[in-house]
């Protein structure tokens, strides 16, 4: 089991709050006794007449056009093997919130207790007029071939076995691009496939109908090849069955052009690797260790392009680049079953995706400048949004031109808005941050690791890569909290500023000479030393931190007091700010100032305004702002009107190239379309603000609380902005999860700051250069 994945973290994120992972959400208003008499009894009796005169209408009223049943028997749970329907029940709700984040597809996961697959079908087919497709899940060979022929035979919705053809379709899309780089074609490649259950016989049976060719594919199982004149051969091996004199993966592996592992870890050697033919294929996709280790294979052969099932290293072939998709594209023309045209249109749709220009907030999640088709990158990343988009469309057009389709798309450009839509934000975004993070982790300090929670965190931050913790406080209470909470933080630094004089002394000397002129002396340098906040913040502005992260204990001031004493703002900044980012459900929504300036003036709220809209681009987001108030662009006479209008027109003078307008009220700020009907001359017209400015601490401060406690949107902060180096503060009292979005902020904003200093470093060389 992996790091990230501990058992006992594993087992407290399923079962702590409400069990399991998805929960059923109303779509509509149940608020009054009208909403429930519409609801069910008498109003629910309309649409069911409707539907009774045309089954279609199933559609039109119910969620069966959004909703698809994971359904499994547990006899093939992912590398745990048959452990039964209750125990696989976990993977299928994994399973129905990854369709529902990636694709915004509704599922019921559904356990059945039965490995007859007579039983199997009878069940599945009676349940055809709840749902809208089957995503069969987890059932083993050669008992998934005939279930999923049956179901797709006997159901007028699509069915499909991922385990089988998500794999198949992902690897093909890699495979096509592979060849292309490679300069080989499909029809000529010699393709040894090692592995010979479902994932591995649907690969061999796709890269066929893509065109490769029957004689020239051997078949390895854990016996070696599979050849014609084994006894007891099933039909199922049969097909891909040679009659050439081969016998073991080394035999079958000389001269390839192409290796399919679906197997077991470290069966491929380099000798084996090393006898392939010139500028060799390898998919070693067994996981969590892949056939030949990555490293050790790409160090041995330069002309190799490589693909794994893992996500550390480059072409990870993911299910979740296709089903997700391929299921939307299909609900979405009320398709009667997936068929080959659909798989085939959603192979080349992945293909042709990793060969367009990659999107800024892709690179951004994987920390690099310019990802490009190339041997590193042969399918789209994961957190690319665009899939959602290319590939769902590619699949409903090949579903209506393949006669499949009962609903027909004419507007495209609407359908691609549509898609667009369903994503959200919310997750998205904190994802592309999370891996951006990763792939640069920086040295955090935490000043008040003698508390459980900070302990956590710190450990998650650890295990995911996210950032590499620095323990402040008394190592014998902090060692005794990781024994006793069994948690592991083995080679973390542990560090008590007590104990730690020469480095007291330095930085209260640092402090005496900053602030000699503002009343401090050397005695009192030295006394503030002795709280944690100032020496983490001295570690930060010393270089022997990257960032610091404090205030779950404390209030806000006593936090931040130390970081503007030792470490000060940024140049050309006068003030700092405290931003939250509130994930909504239509996309993150940031708002500022709500922890830091109690009522600004006119210039102030300019200089907030500034801050934020610097903030809010580094998230790879254009900002669109409003300045907040109780009127509309002068429906209402009042003092903070008049500020924030003074403000709003400051703003269009000196930066006119900052999307912003005010004084407005919040509810326009949001809704483009009431913004327009009533001030269309508004530069916010054409999209809803993305960034609130609001006009005193108290307002700002509320709304969040608000948003969060009724909203059900998640604050992410507060995000202090205008610091010369990172420190963040969480607020009093803050869960695990909230402590490590802050952490992932916190490193975000260290690798922000050090790439704003490189290129200022850049310029000065090339001007330098010119002189």
Not at 52 to 61: G, H, I, L, P
Not at 315 to 327: C, D, K, R, T
Not at 359 to 377: H, L, R
Not at 625 to 630: P, V
């Amino acid at each position: 089991m992996s790091k990230i994945n501990r058992k006992q973290d594993a087992l407290d994120y399923h079962s702590q709050g409400r069990p399991g992972k998805i929960q059923v959400i109303p779509t509509k208003p149940t608020n009054s006794q009208r909403d429930l008499a519409l609801a069910y009894s008498p109003g629910v009796a309309e649409p069911c007449l409707k539907i009774a005169e045309n089954t279609e209408d199933v559609y039109k009223y119910t969620a069966k056009g959004n909703l698809v049943a994971v359904i499994s028997n547990g006899t093939a749970v992912l590398g745990l093997g048959d452990i039964g329907p209750e125990a696989g029940k976990p993977v299928m709700e994994g399973k129905g919130l990854l369709f529902k984040i990636f694709a915004d597809i509704d599922v019921f996961d559904l356990e059945l207790d039965t490995k007859n697959v007579d039983d199997f079908v009878k069940i599945v087919k009676a349940l055809e007029p709840t749902f809208g497709g089957v995503n069969l899940e987890d059932i083993k060979a050669p008992e998934c071939f005939e279930i999923e022929r049956r179901l797709k035979e006997e159901m007028n919705i699509p069915v499909m076995h991922d385990d089988q053809h998500g794999t198949a379709i992902i690897s093909a899309a890699a495979l096509i691009n592979a060849c292309e780089l490679q300069k080989k074609k499909m029809d000529k490649i010699k393709i040894v496939v090692n592995g010979a259950g479902a994932a591995a016989i649907s690969c061999t049976r796709l890269y066929v109908s893509l065109g490769a060719k029957k004689e020239n594919i051997v078949m390895c199982d854990r016996n070696g090849v599979i050849r014609d004149n084994r006894e007891n051969l099933d039909a199922i091996k049969a097909e891909f069955a040679t009659s050439r004199a081969l016998t073991t993966l080394a035999d079958a592996m000389k001269d390839s052009d192409v290796f399919i592992g679906l197997s077991s870890a470290d069966c491929v050697t380099v000798d084996m690797l090393k006898s392939m033919a010139k500028n060799p294929i390898v998919f070693a996709m067994a996981n969590p260790n892949p056939e030949i280790a990555y490293e050790l294979a790409i160090s041995s052969r330069k002309d190799l392009i490589m693909a794994t099932g893992r996500s550390d290293y480059p072409n990870q072939v993911n299910n979740v680049l296709g089903f997700p998709y391929i299921f939307r594209g299909a609900l979405d023309v009320r398709a009667t079953s997936i068929n080959e045209e659909m798989k085939i249109a959603a192979v080349k749709a992945i293909a042709e995706l990793a060969k367009k220009s990659v999107p800024e907030a892709v690179n951004m999640a994987y920390n690099e400048k310019n990802i490009k088709f190339g041997k590193d990158y042969i399918i789209p990343k994961p957190v690319d949004l665009r899939l959602m988009t290319n590939v769902s469309s590619a699949v409903a057009k090949a579903a209506i031109e393949s006669g499949v389709a009962r609903k027909v798309i004419t507007d495209w450009d609407a359908y691609t808005e549509e898609l667009k839509q369903r994503l959200g934000m919310d997750d998205a975004i904190m994802r592309a941050i999370t891996n951006k993070a990763k792939s640069d982790p920086k040295r955090v300090v935490f000043t008040e690791a003698d508390n459980y929670k900070i302990l956590k965190a710190a450990q998650i931050v650890k295990d995911e890569n996210i950032a590499i913790p620095i323990l402040l406080g008394n190592k014998e209470i902090i060692k005794q909290i990781i024994e006793e909470n069994a948690l592991e933080l083995d080679g973390v630094e542990i560090m008590d500023p007590f104990l730690e004089p020469e480095r007291m002394k330095k930085y209260a000397e640092a402090l005496y000479q900053k602030r000699q002129r503002r009343g401090v002396t050397l005695f009192e340098a030295n006394k503030f030393l002795r709280d944690r906040n100032y020496f983490g913040a001295s570690m930060v502005e010393f270089g022997e931190a990257d960032a610091m992260i404090s205030g779950l204990t404390k209030n806000y001031v006593s936090t931040i007091k130390p970081a503007l004493q030792v470490i000060g703002t940024e140049p050309g900044v006068n003030r700092v700010a405290g931003m939250y980012m509130m994930m909504t459900k239509k996309g993150p929504v940031f708002f500022g100032d709500t922890t830091v300036n109690v009522d600004p003036t006119v210039e102030e709220l300019v200089d907030i305004t500034l801050l934020l809209e610097r903030a809010v681009r580094k998230f790879n987001i254009q900002p669109r702002i409003a300045l907040l108030s109780y009127s509309n662009f002068g429906s209402n006479e009042g003092v903070v009107p008049e500020k924030v209008r003074k403000a709003v027109k400051i703003l269009h003078e000196k930066h006119p190239d900052i999307i912003v307008d005010g004084e407005m009220q919040g509810n326009f700020a949001i809704n483009n379309s009431l913004l327009k009907d009533n001030f269309p001359f508004s530069s916010l017209v054409d999209a809803p603000a993305n960034t609130l400015v609001f006009p005193n601490l108290e307002s700002g401060n509320i709304a969040y609380k608000l948003l969060q406690e009724l909203g059900g949107a998640e604050a992410v902060g507060p995000i202090l902005l205008g610091l010369n180096k990172p420190v963040h503060i969480v607020q009093l009292g803050s869960s695990v999860r909230e402590i490590v979005n802050m952490v992932t902020l916190a490193v975000l904003d260290v690798q922000s700051k050090e790439q704003e200093a490189n290129a200022r470093k850049g310029g000065l060389l090339k001007r330098i250069t010119k002189k």
